[in-house]
């Protein structure tokens, strides 16, 4: 399968440069987001986004994920600059490079998880018993193969969980986004996720995850860790 852009053996998957996100611009509500930010995301590696409530860590992740755009500053996707593109070819790149896992999961209820997980290659056009072998076997791999037929609202939270993430990988994505994954689950199943994120690595994913949670951003399997403060980056380790 295809990842949308090619070319990750690239030394740097994304570039952010002096990137700014300001909201109700010109009004009395006038927030600054994201101010100023400069970043390099390196392809195979596990990068998190840690800050408190309000440090803008989600603000980044939705811009690095081309969910949002910044008001000012470039950033660049393997060396293709993708601030200024289309809203189209913007979606086309958000598909089939990006995967993302929430923190309330956003799976939709009413539907199967096996459905859930063939939401995001719907647009694809690829046929649907090409679409559905695949998400049977990412639900095999996360070992939620015999959920495959239940509704989501009838899974556990460790059950839902591994849905959203094999939905997250349905399009073969280069990079993975995950918003604080570990807020609602507790420590046993925080750390089942870092070992899952181990494993994506492992197959050559890049990790990008916000998180202010220990067991996140001291896990061996985080290369970099990037701190945040009122939309602006303070450390970097």
Request: net charge positive; with cysteine; aromatic share 6%.
């Amino acid at each position: 399968m295809g990842s949308g852009i090619q070319g990750s053996v690239k030394k740097e998957m994304i570039q952010v440069r002096d990137v700014r996100k300001v909201f109700n611009t010109g009004r009395p509500n006038e927030f600054v987001a994201i101010d100023g930010v400069s970043l390099t995301i390196e392809p195979h590696r596990a990068t998190v986004l840690k800050g408190p409530s309000g440090s803008g860590k989600t603000t980044l992740l939705s811009l690095l994920g081309c969910m949002a755009r910044p008001t000012s500053g470039r950033i660049s996707l393997l060396d293709r600059e993708i601030t200024s593109l289309p809203e189209r070819f913007l979606t086309d790149i958000r598909r089939k490079s990006f995967g993302f896992i929430f923190q309330q999961f956003n799976l939709i209820k009413g539907i199967t998880a096996l459905e859930n997980v063939m939401v995001p290659a719907y647009p694809t056009g690829e046929r649907y018993s090409s679409l559905k072998r695949r998400a049977l076997e990412l639900l095999e791999l996360f070992d939620v193969g015999t959920k495959a037929a239940s509704k989501v609202e009838w899974l556990s939270g460790g059950e839902a969980q591994r849905v959203a993430i094999a939905r997250a990988l349905m399009n073969d994505p280069m990079v993975v986004i995950a918003d604080e994954p570990t807020a609602h689950l507790d420590t046993r199943l925080s750390r089942e996720f870092m070992e899952i994120m181990g494993d994506l690595k492992a197959r050559g994913k890049t990790l990008i995850m916000a998180s202010h949670d220990p067991i996140v951003h001291e896990s061996p399997v985080v290369d970099g860790v990037v701190e945040m403060r009122d939309g602006r980056l303070v450390e970097r380790r």
